[in-house]
T-cell receptor, first 108, second 115 residues
Framework: GIQVEQSPPDLILQEGANSTLRCNFS?????LQWFHQNPWGQLINLFY???GTKQNGRLSATTVATERYSLLYISSSQTTDSGVYFC??????????FGAGTQVVVTP | NAGVMQNPRHLVRRRGQEARLRCSPM?????VYWYRQLPEEGLKFMVY????????ESGMPKERFSAEFPKEGPSILRIQQVVRGDSAAYFC?????????????FGSGTQLSVL
């Protein structure tokens, strides 16, 4: 199956700092999504981004499908950004594989 | 439009009992996925279903676990004769038709604790 690797595994940020999270995948994919799991366990879909760049407020994402990676940018981080960020990739018949996640802690 | 609904939120079972986890997808969604998450770990794919069909069950243990998504009613993940190692959070996700090119939406999960 497709291998998904996320880096870094852990990230500690001061409030207001910017950061970049990376997702590498081992094969061509039809679908790539970023999720945020908050400290209460809820999974929120941040981006559906199989290619190109998207922005949503302080968050943006870029996927370079030909080079098999995606980046999630967090700007001006806030304590509410804390949690685990997952990258998930899907193949042509719809099965999604998740990376191990990046644990983000934003300190005041 | 209600989101993906999972129940119960918490389920406690003794070893050897059966656990039944329910998932109602978002309205209009005909694709359902089940994932398992152990503490401090990522989500592990278990099974992918469409109405009345299992599309991919490659992540499901061969014994004691089964899943269905009937024509009417919620998707059910069933675990027979539970063991302590089954304790985990089980998440359900749904997407519209053509899941390969659609967003996934998750429920709040069921936390299964096996005593």
């Amino acid at each position: 199956g497709i291998q998904v690797e996320q880096s870094p595994p852990d990230l500690i940020l001061q409030e207001g700092a910017n950061s970049t999270l990376r997702c590498n995948f081992s094969d061509s994919v039809n679908n790539l999504q970023w999720f945020h799991q908050n400290p209460w366990g809820q999974l929120i879909n941040l981006f559906y981004i199989p290619s190109g760049t998207k922005q949503n407020g302080r968050l943006s994402a870029t996927t370079v499908a030909t080079e098999r990676y995606s980046l999630l940018y967090i700007s001006s981080s806030q304590t509410t950004d804390s949690g685990v960020y997952f990258c998930a990739v899907g193949n042509s018949w719809g099965k999604f594989q998740f990376g191990a996640g990046t644990q983000v802690v934003v300190t005041p | 439009n209600a989101g993906v609904m999972q129940n119960p939120r918490h389920l406690v079972r003794r070893r050897g009992q059966e656990a039944r986890l329910r998932c109602s997808p978002m309205k209009g969604h005909s694709h359902v996925y089940w994932y398992r998450q152990l503490p401090e770990e990522g989500l592990k794919f278990m099974v992918y279903l469409q109405k009345e069909n299992i599309i991919d069950e490659s992540g499901m243990p061969k014994e004691r676990f089964s899943a269905e998504f009937p024509k009417e009613g919620p998707s059910i993940l069933r675990i027979q004769q539970v063991v302590r190692g089954d304790s985990a959070a089980y998440f359900c996700a749904s997407s519209p038709e053509g899941a390969a090119n659609e967003k996934l939406f998750f429920g709040s999960g069921t936390q299964l604790s096996v005593l």
